[in-house]
């Protein structure tokens, strides 16, 4: 692949678990200060990743679905955003959760992202909370 180009693939927490951390590393832990107690929260390894890498495989963006179906941790490094990574890693858990049974996909947004998560058809329910200092909402999508 040249310079620019990027693809998302399946990754596993045993093989893929360098890359993962060194993404949520630098997105959620020293962009936005979340305490890595919270960030490493022991579910990694019952959840099936999601991985973009970029042309030289180097990572660029991931995310996660928990057994129960609710997707989470989608973090794409600032410097690839705004260029469709995000969203191709949201419809690959998406469909993903529709192969695994799920009726309904579920996650909780950072409301800043909403407008992100709402392109994909997922619906706000619910009422804002806080989790780890950052105000989220609940959403989901119907996979039926
Ligand atoms: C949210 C995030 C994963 C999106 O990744 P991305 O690669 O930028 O997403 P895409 O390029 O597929 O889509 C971005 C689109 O969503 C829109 N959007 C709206 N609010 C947004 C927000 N707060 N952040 C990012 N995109 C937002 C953008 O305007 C853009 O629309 P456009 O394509 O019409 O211009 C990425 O911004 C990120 O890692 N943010 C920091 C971590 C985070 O907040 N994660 C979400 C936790 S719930």
């Not at 993404?23 to 579910?43: K, S």
């Not at 996650?107 to 105000?135: C, K, R, W």
Request: with cysteine.
């Amino acid at each position: 692949m040249s310079a620019g180009r990027w693809a998302v693939r399946p990754a596993v927490w045993e093989c893929d678990d360098e890359a993962l951390r060194l993404i949520r590393f630098a997105v959620f832990v020293v962009e936005q200060r979340v305490p890595e107690e919270l960030e490493w929260d022991g579910t990694d390894a019952a959840c099936e990743h999601a991985i973009a890498e970029d042309g030289a495989g180097s990572p660029v963006g991931c995310g996660r679905l928990l057994p129960d179906g609710h997707i989470g941790r989608m973090a794409v490094l600032r410097e690839w955003r705004g260029r469709g990574v995000g969203g191709a890693i949201l419809e690959r858990l998406v469909a993903l959760a529709r192969e695994r049974g799920h009726a309904v996909a579920r996650l909780n947004a950072q409301t800043h992202a909403m407008p992100f998560y709402e392109s994909h058809g997922f619906v706000a329910v619910g009422d804002e909370f806080d989790e780890a200092g950052i105000p989220h909402r609940a959403m989901e999508r119907a996979l039926r």
